[in-house]
């Protein structure tokens, strides 16, 4: 369908955590592609294994995590990459916002000097011309008083301005990739929006891929071209934003769906999805979503249901989806 | 910043002040007579009376702390009861000898225990973390006389490769740290006196270490492409507030010169001196030593203070 070489490319991705006493399945067999310019969202709840999809990304998960598939970024494999080029990456081509700008920033150096930084680690260029690069960018990033902000300490800044310093920080060697793990979360929602709109417009300008990863279905539809809804670790139905939203096909979509306040009268009950996430040390055999889905049937306690392509460009792993003749041939 | 700096200057004066008062009333509060020690005991009440008034012992205890204070302010500490000599000198006297050990087991105590803590830290749960916590527990739980004593009998008794007591071949008065002959009288004393600041250095950092390195920013550091070596880097001076407050009390500590280490190398430094001065019930310099070491101990802090709001700016909102 998209004719360019994908950005990122990642095929049957697995990650375990292994500890002394149990293991911990966090991500089982997750494949998608994110071209340039493209924004894909990975909406999940929290334990679904989207955050650790986007880490993997990055190979940046602690040293119990157990790593299995195929993740390209940039035509490069980052699992098989050695440490040095690894590095190299991280913060270069592809860089990381993250969710709490309150503590994801050094509390002990200046905003300016982490920034320069970054910029210093992979353009070895001087501090007097990172310092003028971090100005750069505290104004692309819209911060006001951007010079008397440079010799700020993070504490001394609001919320929403620390998410843009750390905006500013990720997009200092203009990154190909950009990679969001809910960064809009920790912030009032009236901030949330102006982030939102910073980024959509930034990565629209600067033509990079984003993958963004939340919880809120609101921020995806802001947001994204395409969603990959995440559910026990698998990639449970993926599509473009519109089309989703309008008519989502997998159950699990369905009750998130159902779960948010849109139109329903005012005593009408918001239906919530009954049940909670299985426990990923013990990952039930077949589809992940089984236990509290209403259509659920036999087949689908014993089996992980196949990907099903209902219409070009959207996927669902569920049985209950009715593929046409035509797309099924 | 500079207003930080000199608000917690004038912070310290009232504080210094409310150890003078401690250091003169403890001598008071404490049971016994210091006039005991110097009268004979068959001194008749006249007697008694007269070196009171000599003393000033006779007046009212505000007064004596006022006349006290006031002299004391000038550099006049009075004179020592037991040796008669003025107490100013001989607790600069005592006080110089400590810091000779001071001027060694500090740097060794504080290079040593940080690094030991920042590789445990930086390892937790390996093998380089349980060696240096299992030293640090040892160094800290070992009583340091009787460390001292075992390591006399080993270099000294056993050995012989270094002497077993006292400062220098020919006494104190004729010390001198160039010369071999006297400085290996340093080499126990200072070993002795560094175990327990390295464990209590070496756990605080290993601590303050290990938490941040699990911190949000680590991450984010790590995002940016930063070497381990440069996030260690960060983490190192996030944690060095932390532990400079207990460098600084141990910094106090080893200023105010262990007694029972002082006793069991007789090292003439003021451990050494309180010691005797209690037994002596030496008023004059019991007092002044408690007060100088005292003074040292919040400007130590005061310094502390102002190293860590130089390092973490959060602190300077005080």
């Not at chain 1, 099903?308 to 989806?321: K, L, S």
């Not at chain 2, 973390?129 to 009787?146: E, F, K, M």
């Not at chain 2, 290996?184 to 941040?212: D, N, Q």
Request: glycine letters at 8%; charged letters at 20%.
């Amino acid at each position: 369908m998209n004719k360019t070489e994908p950005l990122a490319e990642v095929r049957d991705l697995k990650v375990r955590f292994v500890g002394r006493e149990d293991t911990v399945h966090a991500v089982n067999g997750v494949s998608f592609a994110v071209h340039p310019g493209e924004v894909l969202c990975i909406l999940g709840e929290s334990g679904s294994g989207k955050s650790v999809t986007l880490r993997s990304l990055m190979r940046l998960l602690p040293d119990r995590a157990r790593i299995e598939g195929d993740v390209r970024v940039g035509g490069q494999d980052v699992l098989k990459m050695s440490n040095r080029s690894l590095r190299d990456l991280r913060g270069g081509s592809v860089s990381m916002i993250f969710q709490e700008p309150m503590t994801a920033l050094d509390p002990v150096y200046t905003v300016g000097e982490q920034i320069g930084e970054t910029v210093r680690r992979h353009t070895g260029c001087d501090k007097a011309k990172a310092r003028a690069r971090a100005l750069e960018l505290l104004n692309l990033v819209r911060i006001p008083s951007a010079e008397r902000r440079l010799d700020a300490y993070p504490h001394e800044l609001s919320g929403g301005l620390r998410q843009r310093a750390m905006i500013a920080m990720a997009l200092s060697c203009d990154p190909k990739l950009l990679l969001a793990d809910e960064p809009t979360t920790a912030l009032d929602a009236t901030v949330q929006i102006q982030v939102l709109i910073l980024l959509r417009k930034l990565q629209a300008e600067m033509g990079m891929g984003m993958i963004f990863v939340t919880h809120d279905l609101g921020v995806a539809a802001e947001i994204a071209d395409n969603v990959a809804v995440m559910y026990a670790g698998r990639i449970v139905e993926y599509g473009p934003v519109e089309r989703m939203m309008k008519a989502p096909l997998h159950p699990y979509t369905q009750g998130l769906l159902a779960s948010t306040v849109h139109d329903q009268s005012r005593d009408q009950d918001i239906d919530a999805i009954p049940g909670s996430p299985p426990d990923m040390r013990r990952p039930p055999p077949g589809c992940g979503f089984a236990p509290r889905c209403v259509k659920a049937r036999d087949v689908c306690r014993t089996a992980v249901p196949a990907e099903r392509y209902p219409e070009p460009g959207r996927m669902a792993a569920c049985v209950a989806v009715e593929v046409p003749e035509m797309a099924a041939a | 910043m500079s207003r930080y700096i000199l608000w917690r200057i004038l912070y310290a004066i009232p504080i210094a002040f409310g150890v003078s008062v401690v250091c003169f009333s403890l001598v008071y509060i404490a049971p016994g007579d210091p006039l005991q020690t110097i009268m004979p005991a068959d001194a008749t009440a006249e007697t008694i009376e007269i070196v009171k008034k000599a003393y000033g012992f006779d007046k009212p205890l505000p007064i004596q702390f006022a006349i006290w204070l006031g002299k004391v302010l000038t550099g006049d500490f009075g004179m020592s009861i037991s040796s008669r000599r003025p107490v100013l000198n001989e607790i600069m006297l005592a006080a110089s000898n400590t810091g000779m050990l001071v001027a060694f087991a500090v740097p060794i105590a504080f290079t040593v225990g940080f690094s030991m803590g920042t590789l445990a830290g930086c390892f937790p749960g390996r093998w380089m973390d349980r060696v240096v916590t299992g030293s640090a527990v040892i160094g800290v739980s070992l009583p340091n006389y009787w460390l001292g004593i075992v390591l006399v009998i080993i270099f000294a008794v056993e050995l012989s490769w270094l002497p077993a007591t006292g400062m220098g071949a020919r006494g104190s008065d004729y010390f001198s740290i160039w010369d071999w002959e006297d400085a290996r009288f340093l080499v126990l004393p200072v070993i002795t006196l560094s175990m327990i600041p390295i464990g209590i250095i070496s756990r605080t950092t290993r601590a303050a270490i290990a938490e941040l390195r699990n911190q949000d920013f680590v991450q984010t550091l790590r995002a940016k492409g930063l070497s381990e070596v440069a996030v260690i880097r960060h983490v190192i001076k996030n944690a060095l507030p932390g532990v400079m407050a207990v460098m600084g009390l141990q910094f106090g500590y080893l200023l105010g010169g262990s007694i029972l280490v002082e006793t069991v190398f007789t090292w003439p430094g003021s451990g050494f001196l309180l010691s005797k001065a209690i037994i002596n019930r030496d008023v004059p310099v019991l007092q002044g030593t408690i007060l100088t070491l005292s003074v040292a101990f919040v400007l130590t802090n005061l310094l502390v203070d102002l190293f860590q709001s130089m390092i973490d700016p959060r602190i300077r909102r005080g």
